[in-house]
Structures are given as structure tokens and as C-alpha cells.
């Protein structure tokens, strides 16, 4: 199982960012769900977003994440995509993608993990 996450960069407040994930199709046999996480400086890894990679349900973190967030999943590509709106200083963390076998927000429940992609807001 690979994962590679990738889209990270500098953006200005109120712009936006598309993270990648690329996952080996070995990720699948075993993996049915795709989830991103965040780690600020000095913070804790969290939650962000999470989706099935079967039938693409989408899960969230919490109200602020979902109405500017959208987690999607293009399966022929076999990646997994965090579009990122209205971006503000308090979004810059590095993002991971991760697999897991089921629905989860925690990231012990994530088994593997990409080896995550930079992202910084400026005000």
C-alpha cells in the first residue's frame, strides 16, 4: 500500500488549494475508506475529511471544514481529492491522506498513511 500525497503550496487568504492522493491499487483490497488529516505546529493530528472509496460517501470533520471543504475520489485514477475553498491562516498544517477499513475520525483507526503535503495560509 503507497499513498502519496501531493497540491500543497502558499495561497493567500480567501484562495483555494486541491490536494491530491494517489493511492496504489493494492490500497483497495484491504481499504475501503480514503481520509485527510491535518497537523498544525505545536497541534495534534485531526480530522479533516474522509470518503468510501466504494460508494463515495463523504464524511467531515465538523460544520466550518464541510462548507468550504469537498473530499471526492476519482476511481479510475485511483485518487483522492481535498478541494480546499475560502482558505484562512488557521488551515496552514501539513495534510495527509490515509487508509483505513472503515469509517473513522480518529487517526489511530488510519493504517496507512501518505507522507504528507505543506500548506500555508497568509493573511
Known amino acids: 500500500v503507497q499513498l502519496q500525497a501531493f497540491g500543497g503550496g502558499l495561497v493567500h487568504a480567501g484562495g483555494s488549494l486541491r490536494l491530491s492522493c494517489a493511492a496504489s491499487?493494492?490500497?483497495?483490497?484491504?481499504?475501503?475508506?480514503m481520509g485527510w488529516f491535518r497537523q498544525a505546529p505545536g497541534k495534534e493530528r485531526e480530522f479533516v475529511a474522509g470518503?468510501?472509496?466504494?460508494?463515495?460517501?463523504?464524511?467531515y470533520a465538523d460544520s466550518s471544514v464541510k462548507d468550504r471543504f469537498t473530499i471526492s475520489r476519482d476511481k479510475a485514477k485511483n485518487t483522492v481529492y481535498l478541494q480546499m475553498n475560502s482558505l484562512n491562516p488557521e488551515d496552514t498544517a501539513v495534510y495527509y491522506c490515509?487508509?483505513?477499513?472503515?469509517?473513522?475520525?480518529?487517526?489511530?483507526?488510519?493504517?496507512?498513511w501518505g507522507q504528507g503535503t505543506e500548506v500555508t495560509v497568509s493573511s
Open positions: 470518503i468510501t472509496w466504494t460508494a463515495g460517501t463523504r464524511f
Open positions: 491499487t493494492r490500497t483497495f483490497t484491504t481499504n475501503n475508506v
Open positions: 490515509a487508509a483505513s477499513k472503515g469509517v473513522y475520525k480518529k487517526a489511530a483507526s488510519y493504517d496507512y
